[in-house]
């Protein structure tokens, strides 16, 4: 019997009121909080079948804990006492719970010593094998959360209740250590931060004066996986994540910003890092998610030194999915020397751009040809989330607008062992 749908947990959510190992840091940015702990958030661990990481804040200094149970009974609550640190202006949490049976539904809540007591929330942990499921996929929200990127976050989730997690690909907000604009992101998110994993990778806009801003590891610790880097921020934004079948890896390309690392360095340690971490992969599909393009969308935006760093590795490993932002339009394309005698159908990687609030710049395809690669779709001034599906021997990705619209669609057919891979556009190209 399998575990209710990630849907079904969601409003059983809303009438609830539960979680992990924490540890916290105080923020020097007051805010207004009388009520109880609030931005819960699920990060992924590196083995979402038998932990799960929670973030959360509450409005004082305090010690905290998080209280899991599966959600079939109330008589087996673990309580882990948090490690916190802290002043008046907020403390921020973090949780794991270990141990955790795969493939079950867990209610959790965090409390402090206060008596605030968050809500009880929802989530189901992964399976360790192969299994279908949804995950969303979002660019910039930056600018304008609100009334700009809101509709279409309202838009993706209601697509797709049942989406295990949601990958972002950088500035998610445009000051990352602005407080109100990470007031709106937790907004326009809702109860889905609390109920389905978030995937973050930095864009630049999480960077002030080559410092990562102090709100990213309190929010999104990730996997914690990635590679030692000499105690510099970069050890906090990469990792990767293994969920039913799919290895999700976060990149950092805000290589500008490497500082006390030379730009080299910078990416150097993570091509190394990304080489291991693809070559130990034992699942069938894999997708990278960084924040700069290989193949940018306007030719004054190019990358060239993350393209040569990482684009070898990637086409070696034959990865199947990158997604990106940072451009402010869309685009989905390949290298040329991947096509087929189909004009419908090529192999190798799928490189995405996309954006989801509402600042927006040109479009062109000068990169990309340039630098023997193809746009198979690209538009300017358009906003999108993707709904991407993994079944087995088939990836199904459709990016679409607040309204419906259907921008982009492929499919990725492979055979059980990876081999015989065909990429399909399900959407007329040029």
Request: charged letters at 15%.
């Amino acid at each position: 019997m399998h575990a209710p749908t990630a849907a079904a947990l969601r409003r059983i959510s809303a009438a609830l009121s539960g979680i992990a190992v924490a540890t916290a840091l105080f923020l020097t940015v007051p805010y207004a909080l009388a009520g109880p702990p609030d931005r819960l958030l699920l990060s992924p661990t590196a083995d979402p079948a038998t932990s799960q990481t929670v973030t959360w804040r509450t409005p004082t200094s305090t010690t905290a804990d998080l209280q899991i149970t599966p959600h079939h009974t109330t008589e087996q609550v673990t309580t882990v006492s948090a490690t916190s640190t802290g002043q008046a202006h907020g403390t921020f949490h973090t949780a794991t719970a270990t141990d955790l049976e795969p493939d079950t539904a867990y209610r959790y809540r965090v409390s402090d010593n206060t008596g605030r007591t968050s809500p009880w929330h929802t989530f189901t942990t992964a399976t360790p094998e192969p299994r279908p499921f949804t995950f969303l996929s979002f660019g910039d929200l930056q600018t304008h959360i609100t009334e700009g990127a809101g509709p279409v976050v309202e838009a993706a989730l209601a697509a797709e209740p049942d989406a295990d997690l949601a990958v972002h690909a950088g500035d998610l907000v445009d000051d990352a250590n602005n407080e109100n604009q990470w007031e709106q992101w937790y907004e326009v998110f809702g109860d889905s931060t609390a109920t389905m994993n978030h995937l973050t990778t930095p864009g630049n806009h999480e960077y002030t004066l080559l410092r990562l801003s102090q709100y990213w590891p309190l929010q999104f610790p990730g996997p914690d996986n990635g590679p030692d880097t000499g105690g510099t921020d970069l050890a906090a934004t990469l990792g990767h994540t293994d969920h039913q079948g799919v290895r999700f890896i976060t990149l950092n390309s805000n290589y500008r910003e490497a500082a006390p690392l030379t730009p080299h360095q910078w990416l150097h340690q993570q091509a190394q890092w990304l080489e291991h971490t693809l070559e130990t992969n034992p699942h069938p599909w894999t997708v990278v998610t960084f924040h700069h393009p290989l193949f940018s969308n306007l030719p004054d935006r190019d990358k060239a030194p993350l393209r040569r760093a990482w684009l070898p590795i990637l086409e070696e490993h034959d990865v199947d999915l990158v997604l990106q932002g940072h451009d402010h339009s869309y685009s989905r394309g390949n290298l040329t020397r991947h096509r087929t005698d189909d004009q419908d159908v090529h192999t190798g990687p799928v490189y995405a751009v996309t954006v989801t609030g509402p600042k927006m710049y040109e479009a062109t395809t000068e990169n990309w040809t340039d630098n023997n690669a193809e746009a198979r779709v690209q538009q300017a001034n358009t906003q999108t989330f993707q709904s991407v599906h993994v079944d087995r021997g088939t990836l199904s990705y459709t990016a679409r607008t607040a309204s419906g619209q259907t921008v982009d669609a492929f499919t990725i057919t492979k055979d059980p062992q990876g081999g015989n891979k065909r990429v399909t556009d399900q959407v007329e190209t040029d």
